[in-house]
Nanobody, 123 residues
Framework: VQLQASGGGLVQAGGSLRLSCAAS???????VGWFRQAPGKEREFVAG????????YYDSSVKGRFTVSRDSAKTTVYLQMDSLRPEDTAVYYC??????????????????WGQGTQVTVSS
């Protein structure tokens, strides 16, 4: 499956952005996750949503500010980012994981990756 992330941009602190992850085919058999990587840092897990689309899970740094969801056709996963902070600045990636793991968070457990989209939050 091919993934394409979009929706990044420049926003002031406290603002919002919505990222989209479009898949080349329905991803109902995959957990889809969002990751981010800031310069000089490792790629880190941000949020994920299970195959059925009813269970979302988050890193503690974004819980309560970010919301992950997927459309009914299971071809697009969204990451709504509110109350953005300068420390949220990073390249954001979406990825899909097969059914080997429940609620994966480690990058190595994801099988397919999209290209990144830059999010920059100014103070």
């Amino acid at each position: 499956v091919q993934l394409q992330a979009s929706g990044g941009g420049l926003v002031q602190a406290g603002g919002s952005l919505r990222l989209s992850c479009a898949a080349s085919r329905p991803t109902g058999s995959y957990t889809v996750g969002w990751f981010r990587q800031a310069p000089g840092k490792e790629r880190e897990f941000v949020a994920g949503i299970n195959r059925a689309g009813f269970y979302a899970y988050y890193d503690s740094s974004v819980k309560g500010r970010f919301t992950v969801s997927r459309d009914s056709a299971k071809t697009t996963v969204y990451l709504q980012m509110d109350s953005l902070r300068p420390e949220d600045t990073a390249v954001y990636y979406c990825a899909a994981a097969g059914g080997r793991f429940n609620y994966p968070r480690l990058p190595g457990r994801f099988d397919y990756w999209g290209q990144g989209t830059q999010v920059t939050v100014s103070s």
